[in-house]
C-alpha cells in the first residue's frame, strides 16, 4: 500500500514515500511563497524517484505549519503527533523528541507506541531555533552545513549572554572585533541553545532515549552541545529532518489500513 507523508515547514517542504511499512524515498525542498504548488511539485519529485504516480498514493497526510494550505491531502495531523510517530518508528525506545526546526522547538515526552504524552514549545521567538542559527552563520561568514564541523574545532570556552537573535548578533559581532575565534563564538552559540533546550526539556520529566528531529540535528556541534547538556541517551536518526514527514506518512498508512 502506497501512501505519502508531506511537512510543509518554515524553511523546508519535506515528502515521504511509504510503502508496506517502509520508506521508498524522500525530498527537501526549501519553502517558498507558493506553498500549495511547492509542496505538489516535492511530492511528484519523491514519486519521481520511485516510479510511482500521485493516482497510485492511497492517502496522503500533511503537516508542519503549512499544513492547512494543502488541499490535496487527505487529512492534516499536527507536527507534534507526527514527530512522536516518527521518532518511535525509528527508535521505538524514544520516550523523548526534540525537534529543533527552522522556525520552532519543541520537546515532547512519548509513550512506547509512539502517542504524545506532553510537551512544550517555543514558537514566540528564533532564539533557539535554526534560524538563529543561520543569522550568526551569516555574521561569522560561515556555511550553515559547517556550523557543527566548524565548532567542534574550539579550544576556548566563551559564554554568549544574548538568547535574543538581534542582540545575539550584536554581540557576535563584537567577539569577532575582539579577535575572538570562529570556533569558539559558534561553540558557545551552540551551548546557548543547548542550554536554552534544555531549561524547556526540564519542564518535562526527560527520559531515555532522547530522539533528535529537524534539520538542526544534522549540526555535529549542536548534538555534541545537547549530549553534553542532557546528560542522557540521545539518538540522531540517520535523516532526521524528514521526521515529521515519515510520521505523516504512518498516519496516513494507518488510515488507509483502516479504511478510514
Ligand atoms: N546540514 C545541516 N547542518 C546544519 N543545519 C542544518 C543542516 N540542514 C538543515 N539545517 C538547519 O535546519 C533548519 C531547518 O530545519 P527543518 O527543515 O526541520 O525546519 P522546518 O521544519 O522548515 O521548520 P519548523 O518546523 O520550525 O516550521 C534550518 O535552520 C537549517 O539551518
Ligand atoms: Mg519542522
Known amino acids: 500500500m502506497l501512501v505519502a507523508g508531506l511537512d510543509v515547514g518554515s524553511l523546508t517542504i519535506k515528502a515521504v514515500v511509504l510503502e508496506d511499512n517502509t520508506i521508498k524515498d524522500f525530498t527537501i525542498i526549501p519553502t517558498g511563497a507558493e506553498i500549495n504548488k511547492l509542496t505538489k511539485d516535492c511530492l511528484e519529485l519523491t514519486l519521481k524517484k520511485t ?12 503537516t508542519g505549519y503549512g499544513r492547512i494550505s494543502i488541499p490535496f491531502a487527505d ?10 510517530l516518527g521518532a518511535n518508528w525509528l527508535n521505538p525506545d524514544t520516550r523523548t523528541v526534540i525537534d529543533i526546526g527552522g522556525q520552532d ?8 507506541e509512539g502517542r504524545v504524552v506532553d510537551f512544550v514549545m517555543n514558537d514566540k521567538c528564533a532564539a533557539g531555533t535554526g534560524r538563529f542559527l543561520e543569522v550568526m552563520a551569516q555574521a561569522l561568514g560561515v556555511k550553515t552545513e559547517d556550523l557543527g564541523k ?11 549572554s544574548s ?3 538581534v542582540f545575539a548578533e550584536s554581540e557576535v559581532i563584537s567577539l569577532i572585533a575582539e579577535g575572538c575565534a570562529k570556533e569558539d563564538i559558534l ?4 551551548e546557548a541553545i543547548a542550554n536554552r533546550i534544555g531549561s524547556m526539556a526540564n519542564r518535562l520529566r ?8 529537524g534539520g538542526v540535528a544534522k549540526n555535529t556541534g549542536m548534538v555534541q552541545a545537547l549530549k553534553k547538556r542532557l546528560k542522557a541517551k540521545v539518538y ?7 521526521v515529521g514527514a515519515l510520521g505523516a506518512a504512518l498516519a496516513a498508512q494507518k488510515m488507509a489500513g483502516n479504511n478510514i
Do not use: W
Open 150 to 160: 566548524e565548532s567542534l574545532k574550539s579550544r576556548r570556552k566563551i559564554n554568549i
Open 187 to 190: 561553540r558557545g552559540l551552540h
Open 206 to 213: 526527560l527520559e531515555n532515549t532522547i530522539t533528535l528531529t
Open 51 to 62: 516510479g510511482d504516480y500521485f493516482k497510485d498514493l492511497k492517502i496522503i497526510v500533511a
Open 75 to 84: 487529512k492534516s495531523i499536527t507536527e507534534i503527533t507526527c514527530h512522536a
Open 236 to 242: 540522531v536518526p540517520p535523516e532526521p529532518q524528514i
Open 105 to 112: 522547538s519543541k520537546v515532547i515526552s512519548v509513550d512506547k
Open 163 to 165: 538568547m535574543c537573535t
